[in-house]
């Protein structure tokens, strides 16, 4: 893991975390965690686009109840795995109930911005793909059953990012 970590191999990140300890959050945070090392720059390298592209995709794999980047997840865990990492990417402060690791990077201390800090990491990554990801997973149960108001989504998400 050190080795995957030192040199931001998500892949093999993800594959140990779901695999082996069946944590399908914490890979999901560190790529946030590193999202927000350099999602405030103009212009993004190569690697930085593979890295925000690999985490729209888990993120996706994970709303429609995918395992990453292909298959089906164990039984039970494709009914839960979505609102688990739903409820993850909409936290009003992120990892832990702190936003402050991922919004000392790009926001003041005191500013409404340091809510929700996963969703403005996403808008800032490529709103039209986050979108997009939102959109492939709206007609699945997590958006269904009545688990989320798919129709206040975006107006939420538009309120947010003023």
Same mark, same amino acid.
């Given at each position: 893991m050190t080795t995957c970590r030192a040199n931001r191999l998500y892949d093999g990140i993800i594959? /140990? +975390?779901? %695999?082996?300890?069946? @944590?399908?959050?914490s890979p999901l945070e560190e790529m946030f965690e590193n999202l927000a090392? #350099? /999602?405030? *720059? $103009?212009? +993004?390298? @190569? !690697? $930085?686009?593979?890295?925000?592209?690999?985490?729209?995709?888990?993120?996706?794999? !994970?709303?429609?109840? *995918?395992?990453?980047? #292909?298959?089906s997840l164990p @039984?039970?865990?494709? *009914?839960?795995?979505?609102?688990? /990492?739903?409820?993850?990417?909409?936290?009003? %402060?992120?990892k832990d109930g702190n936003s402050g690791w991922c919004c000392s990077f790009f926001f003041h201390n005191d500013t409404p911005e340091r809510s929700y800090p996963y969703l403005r990491l996403?808008?800032?990554?490529?709103?039209?793909q #986050?979108?997009?990801?939102? !959109?492939? !997973?709206?007609?699945?149960?997590?958006?269904?059953v009545g688990y989320v108001h798919l129709s206040l989504w975006p107006i939420h998400l538009f309120s947010l990012s003023r």
């Open positions: 594959y /140990v +975390y779901n %695999k082996a300890l069946q @944590d399908y959050l090392t #350099f /999602v405030d *720059r $103009e212009v +993004y390298s @190569d !690697c $930085e686009i593979a890295h925000g592209n690999k985490l729209l995709l888990y993120l996706q794999c !994970c709303l429609a109840g *995918r395992a990453y980047p #292909f298959g @039984d039970g865990l494709e *009914r839960t795995l979505p609102l688990q /990492v739903y409820r993850c990417m909409v936290s009003l %402060k992120g996403l808008l800032k990554l490529d709103a039209q #986050f979108f997009n990801v939102i !959109c492939t !997973c709206s007609d699945l149960p997590l958006f269904v």
